[in-house]
């Protein structure tokens, strides 16, 4: 059993700072890849930042503003965004691709959070 749980979410005002976080539990062999992704209502869930050893992705409109970092001691993923836009509202949800201790050895699966909300207003 493997367990997301996101925090940190909340409502801000445009042009401030919100960090979130998000804790990966349970029966974890090894977590290769970690992203943040946001979905709005009507909307496909979409690439915020992934995170894979040292490499970085971000999607085009959070470039400069958000910073994506984990600790794999922790198994915990961090988002940091700054500068924040009333379009960065939605539900945030942290992902991770991992193996388990049950599992086969190199057989990855996608496991994700529950979902934390962001809201900035204008």
């Not at 409502?11 to 998000?22: E, T």
């Not at 949800?93 to 991992?98: K, P, Q, S, V």
């Amino acid at each position: 059993q493997v367990q997301l749980v996101e925090s940190g979410g909340g409502l801000v005002q445009a042009g401030a700072s919100l960090g979130l976080s998000c804790v990966a539990s349970g029966s974890i062999r090894s977590i290769n890849r970690m992203g943040w992704y946001r979905q709005t209502p009507g909307k496909q869930r979409e690439l915020v930042a992934t995170v894979t050893g040292n490499n970085s992705n971000y999607a085009d409109s959070v470039k400069g503003r958000f910073t994506i970092s984990r600790d794999n001691a922790k198994n915990t993923v961090y988002l940091q965004m700054d500068s924040l836009k009333p379009e960065d509202t939605g539900a945030y949800f942290c992902n991770a691709e991992l193996t388990t201790l049950q599992g086969p050895l190199y057989k990855y699966f996608l496991y994700w959070g529950q979902g934390t909300q962001v809201t900035v207003s204008s």
